[in-house]
Every structure is written in C-alpha cells, then in structure tokens.
C-alpha cells in the first residue's frame, strides 16, 4: 500500500523569499513516480513538478524545485523567489504502476506580500 | 486544445437520490480518472477508465460508479445520496495509462461541487 504525510497543514512566507513544504512517503512499488500538485481557489489542480524515482537527479522547474531523498522516503518541494501567485494549497501525491494517485492532506501556503 | 471539461459545475441534491457528474477529457486522451474530495477524508481515487473498461478502483461503496464512453467521455454515478458525499469530484485525463515505464501526465477538470441535503 502507499501512503503519503504531510506534517504542515498551513505555511506562510513572505513574497520573494524561500519556502520548503515537507513530504514523506511510503510504497511497496519498485517503480513510482512522486508530484506536487498546486491547487490555487479556484480549485484546478495543476501539476507542479514531478519526480521519477529512479532518478537520482532532483527536478526543478523554474523556481520549483524538489529535494527527494529516497532512502529516507522524503520528498520536499522548494518555491524560491516566492510570489503571491503562489498562494494555493500544495498536494503531494505519489503513484505507482498505474494511473492512482495517492496525495496527502495538503499544505495551505499563504504568501504575504 | 481545451481542457478537461466537467459538467455540472455545482449540484444539489436531497438524500436518497441519485446523480451523474459528467467529464469530457482533453481530445486524444483516453484514460479518465476520477477522484472525490472532502474536507475530512482529502482526495482520493474512485475509478479509472480507459478504453471504456474499469481499469482500477478505489475504497468506496457499491453506490459509486462510472462508465466510459467510445469517444473517451465518462459519467459517474451516486446512488442512494448520503450527506457524506458531499464532496468536490474531480476528473484527470491522461494520454495513455502508464506502462513500461513511460510517464503520461495526468490533467485535472474543475471539478463538481455537489452537496447533498
């Protein structure tokens, strides 16, 4: 089974500064991949970034990037330069073999202008 | 190219009734997931569809179902409302499922509002 935590429910930064949201995971899967999705009011999830397990490489895109550990099974996501577009709930969220993804509870970021 | 559509956008409905949420994927996807979201209970996975077949499931009760349709739509259906499924249900489209290895991104729609009194 997979399960994914996440410990902090709300984070707040102020715009331009560096925020890291924590995530840490479990599966039994050889093969997954981890995301972190961003879910701003207005409800569409967007895919922030994504990670491929056998990838040794952290992602990054942009001002996002991802620290993934995997012996630890942890997997935190960086927004360097924040801005107040950033302002979302972050879910992270891992899948295996098939198209089911497990998230988190999510993380509420507020950024504070 | 539009994005994953889902329709209606708000709905309410009494107990003991029942309701169907449509999603239409992006053109060319084919598999179509479906997730249900609550304050209490978080997102988590109902169903995926692809090439009209349920292709994995989720914990939920018999009551919850889907379908997918030739050209890649797919409806789910609640039956018997309870006032816990009051949720956000929300429809990711993919390309193709994933398999050996290669990675098709999933799409999220906007997502029904429904609330059951």
């Known amino acids: 089974a997979q399960t994914v935590t996440q410990s902090q429910p709300e984070m707040s930064v102020q715009e331009a500064e560096t925020v890291t949201l924590s995530c840490t995971y479990d599966t039994s899967e050889s093969d997954y991949y981890l995301f972190w999705y961003k879910q701003p009011p207005s409800r569409q999830m967007i895919l922030v970034i994504r990670?491929?397990?056998?990838?040794?490489q952290n992602a990054t895109e942009n001002r996002f990037s991802v620290n993934f550990q995997k012996a630890a099974k942890s997997f935190s996501l960086k927004i360097s330069d924040s801005q107040l577009g950033d302002a979302a709930m972050y879910f992270c969220?891992?899948?295996?073999?098939?198209?089911?993804?497990?998230f988190g509870t999510g993380t509420l970021l507020a950024v504070q202008p | 190219k539009a994005g994953v559509t889902q329709t209606p956008r708000y709905l309410i409905k009494t107990r003991g009734q029942q309701v169907t949420l449509s999603c239409s994927p992006i053109?060319?996807?084919?598999?179509v997931s479906w997730y249900q979201q609550t304050p209490g209970q978080g997102l988590q996975f109902l169903f995926e569809?692809?090439?009209?077949?349920?292709?994995n499931k989720g914990n939920f009760p018999g009551r919850f179902s889907g379908r997918q349709f030739s050209n890649s739509r797919s409806e789910m259906n609640v039956s018997t409302l309870e006032l816990g499924d009051s949720a956000l249900y929300l429809c990711?489209?993919?390309?193709?499922?994933?398999?050996?290895?290669?990675?098709?991104?999933?799409?999220f729609g906007p997502g029904t509002r429904l609330t059951v009194t």
């Open positions: 990670q491929e397990a056998y990838k040794q």
């Open positions: 569809y692809f090439s009209e077949t349920q292709r």
């Open positions: 053109s060319g996807h084919r598999s």
């Open positions: 990711a489209s993919s390309l193709q499922r994933t398999s050996g290895g290669r990675f098709h991104e999933q799409y």
């Open positions: 969220a891992s899948r295996g073999a098939t198209n089911k993804l497990i």
